[in-house]
């Protein structure tokens, strides 16, 4: 049974920044093909994806938002953590994590999501 | 890249049968068979309901069917219940460097 979890601050300030973990179990990002990807939602709007990485430490990030992220794996801990610099009130959303089955996707599972507020 | 565009809002009444599509570009929606769909009730996580334009994981009822057309791909929910009201998103492979494109979203209500 593949299950993901979200941590991190709920709160951060503006210019600060975040940090957050992605912690799972039912496999493992040392499997071929398997993918780990962040994606958010902030109030009352859209799904945004954020960031992917694979298995043999591919990355992808989204073009907008790419000089402030950063997406790391440590496989001994089935962990993934985003980090985004310079955080924005705009960037005030839920952020999920998901297991991406392969190259190709789908995002066949997520986590419950956890909800950042960026406030001074 | 530019995410995938969806109607913001359908309607039906129980017992009906909408459609919602998802429009892409011959990059994304057009180019692959790597459409998917996703239920989003309010406050939980996202639901996989369909993948590759028209298989359904296991537990998906029936009532839920994917399509493609060029560079459209459609959702069909057959049989309205009132548990479907949710918001909907479609998503694609894309050739671009980021891999997946999200839709803008539909709010699926039952009258």
């Known amino acids: 049974q593949i299950t993901l979890k979200e941590s991190g601050p709920t709160l951060v300030k503006p210019t600060q920044t975040l940090t957050l973990t992605c912690t799972f179990s039912?496999?493992?990002?040392?499997?071929?093909?398997?993918?780990v990807g962040w994606i958010r939602q902030p109030p009352g709007k859209a799904l945004e994806w954020l960031a992917l990485i694979y298995w043999n430490d591919d990355k992808r990030y989204s073009p907008s938002l790419k000089s402030r992220l950063t997406i790391t794996k440590d496989t001994s801990k089935n962990q993934v953590v985003l980090t985004m610099t310079n955080m924005d009130p705009v960037d005030t959303a839920t952020y999920y994590c998901a297991h991406r089955l392969n190259w190709y996707g789908p995002f066949d599972y997520w986590g419950q999501g956890t909800l950042v507020t960026v406030s001074s | 890249q530019s995410a995938l565009t969806q109607p913001a809002s359908v309607s039906g009444s129980p017992g009906q049968s909408i459609t919602m599509s998802c429009t892409g570009s011959t990059s994304d929606v057009g180019g692959y068979n790597y459409v998917s769909w996703f239920q989003h009730h309010p406050g939980k996580a996202p639901k996989l309901m369909i993948y590759?334009?028209?298989n359904r994981p296991s537990g998906v009822p029936d009532r839920f069917s994917g399509s493609k057309s060029g560079n459209t791909a459609s959702l069909t929910i057959s049989g309205l219940q009132a548990e479907d009201e949710a918001d909907y998103y479609c998503s694609s492979y894309t050739s671009s460097s980021t891999l997946e494109v999200f839709g803008t979203g539909t709010k699926l209500t039952v009258l």
């Open positions: 590759e334009v028209r």
């Open positions: 039912g496999f493992s990002l040392n499997t071929g093909g398997v993918g």
